[in-house]
């Protein structure tokens, strides 16, 4: 049965439209507790969702609606192993990645596996970071370049970025995603190919970019005098088909599993993490893993009431499916957490991107927003302007970790701790103003206390009204570590799963993007001469590439 056809579903509308004629102001002078009643703390994470359009009751019926459509009893299967991922009868285990054991597919207890990987990773790390791996040559290896896209690449690299801090001064890893040869160019251009190791990483190493990507990599050795056979010194391979990895020529010590019952976007916390692991090295990545097992114990024991990721799911449902809000804009106040939002658009929208449920009935409801964001204070001077005056509800979740540390290898300038108060300032403010507004008549008096005419002030005043009433969560923290980095990735996961459960689609399969797949598959034989069985525009944007390249470059 659709969400939308349950009495819980109809008692929300009801509510929507009963709240339609309050504003958030109004919700606040009308409850000066709005913030205790409106916020929830886990551990030393504060998620504050009273600037949210909600009241405690929008959450007690958005839980009778979750408590239908069964989300105990899906968090259960989930947790039990069962093939959650109906699709694809696959389990979605990564919670057991992050686990001190108990968890199985099945009846396959999987903690052997998972240690006995993260034992492999430990050794292949600690000789690195000791520079005791070598080359073809005998050199040291010093850069680790990891080919991998969507799920085998975004998660590593967001968090090599976010613990940057804690990165290696003798290991500089790098990340080759496109199949645009420009990528691969520019970040192998100054590194030095006999100390440098490429990890393969591929769930299922069928992907067109990172396999094009891994002929690149055995080139530019090959082009420094190390051919195949030495090649392998120089490779390792991270996936669920080791066969197709070994097949390439990397030695099966340097292949590491990622079992299938882990989907792409949800691997950072199997070897997929390696290039994070060289990184930070093992100890801060198990660190990592503890803060994610931190947020699930809070997930899988919290009430519903008190539950962060639950709330955060409530909360984004209720925007997506009542307040007919498109989009989730992510704004992290940290420039280390820059590709927060890239990492977020495919946990979220590759999960719950889906029409129809998992019994193959269409949705009637908006699923999955588009996520989109970057971080503050940059994105203020971007696009705040359209959340002040556009024309559209954007909710916001402003993610605000409060301590400043710089990247390996840098030192925060002398007036940090000022830069880092005004960026936390930023954050509060942004929020308040995009929630407050300003009306016509404080415009009108803002613009007489500039000096400007009373006539002026009348013209002017609507240009400088700002409706307000944009809704918005702030998730405020002491620090990104890799303990709080493992517990915020956790939480985003978590409210995924949940939003999936309520929308009743599979969260844990991404069919649609095969078609394109196949597509480039059918596109790429054509692209020398012929367009039969493509729409005109396909044919005619076809012919017009072919003549250019034809043409060759402009002198
Ligand atoms: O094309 C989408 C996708 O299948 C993602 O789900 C996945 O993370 C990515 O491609 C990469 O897949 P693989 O790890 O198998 O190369």
């Given amino acids: 049965m659709l969400a939308s056809a349950l009495p819980e579903w109809q008692a929300l509308a009801a509510h929507r439209d009963s709240l339609a004629h309050l504003r958030l102001t109004d919700l606040f002078a009308a409850d000066p507790r709005r913030f205790d009643h409106l916020s929830l703390r886990f551990d030393d994470f504060l998620l504050d969702f009273s600037k949210q359009r909600v009241t405690p009751e929008t959450l007690a019926l958005l839980i009778k609606l979750a408590e239908k459509r069964g989300l105990r009893e899906f968090l259960a299967d989930m947790t039990a192993g069962k093939a959650v991922n109906a699709t694809e009868n696959r389990a979605a285990l990564h919670i057991a990645l992050r686990a001190q054991g108990g968890y199985a597919v ?10 006995d990987t993260l034992a492999r990773m430990r050794a292949f790390v600690a000789r ?44 500089d890893v790098r990340f080759v995603a496109n199949i645009d040869p420009a990528e ?37 050795l090959a082009a420094a005098g190390i051919g195949k056979e030495a090649a392998g010194a120089h490779f390792a391979a991270v996936s669920n088909n080791l066969a197709a990895a070994r097949s390439l020529g990397i030695p099966s010590e340097r292949c590491f599993p990622l079992p299938e019952w882990v989907g792409g976007r949800y691997s950072l916390w199997s070897a997929i993490g390696l290039p994070l692991a060289c990184a930070i090295g093992m100890e801060r990545f198990e660190e990592m893993l503890a803060g994610a097992r931190d947020m699930d114990r ?24 009542f307040l007919d809000a498109p989009t989730l804009a992510v704004l992290p106040y940290c420039h280390r957490l820059a590709w927060l939002p890239a990492y977020l658009q495919q946990l979220e929208m590759e999960s719950n991107g889906k029409r129809v449920t998992l019994d193959g009935e269409p949705v009637d ?18 696009f705040h302007q359209l959340f002040y005056q556009g024309t559209r509800t954007v909710p916001c979740d402003f993610i605000v970790p409060l301590h400043a540390s710089a990247g390996a290898g840098a030192s925060l300038p002398e007036n940090a701790a000022e830069s880092q ?33 009373a006539d002026d002030a009348e013209r002017l005043a609507p240009h400088l009204e700002c409706p307000g009433n944009q809704p918005s969560s702030t998730l405020m923290f002491p620090e990104l570590t890799p303990r709080s980095l493992g517990r915020l990735i956790a939480l985003y996961e978590h409210k995924v799963a949940v939003q999936g459960c309520l929308w009743g689609v599979n969260s844990f399969d991404q069919f649609g993007v095969e078609l394109g797949k196949q597509m480039a598959r059918e596109i790429l034989p054509q692209m020398p001469g012929g367009a039969a069985g493509f729409d005109s525009s396909t044919a005619g944007l076809l012919a017009y590439a072919r003549n250019v390249f034809s043409r060759g470059r402009t002198p």
């Fill in 106 to 115: 099945g009846d396959r207890d999987v903690t052997a596996e998972v240690q």
């Fill in 128 to 171: 690195l970071r000791a520079g005791e791996m070598t080359g073809a040559t005998g050199k040291p290896l010093a850069a680790v370049v990891n080919l991998g896209i969507g799920g085998s690449d975004l998660g590593p690299r967001m968090a090599v970025a976010a613990l940057s801090p804690w990165a290696s001064a003798t290991v």
């Fill in 184 to 220: 691969f160019a520019v970040v192998t251009a100054d590194l030095d190919p006999a100390r440098t190791l490429f990890i393969v990483a591929s769930k299922t190493f069928t992907t067109s970019e990172t396999l094009a990507n891994a002929r690149a990599a055995r080139g530019w």
């Fill in 298 to 321: 809070h997930f899988l024991e919290a009430p519903f009431a008190q539950n962060l990721p639950v709330a955060m799911a409530l909360i984004g449902l209720w925007n997506s499916d």
């Fill in 365 to 382: 409801y908006p699923t999955s927003p588009v996520v989109w964001g970057m971080p503050g204070t940059v994105g203020q001077h971007a």
């Fill in 421 to 453: 108060q005004a960026l936390v300032a930023n954050a509060l403010a942004q929020s308040a103003a995009l929630m407050r507004g300003r009306d016509r008549e404080t415009a009108r008096r803002h613009l007489l206390a500039a000096g400007r005419t």
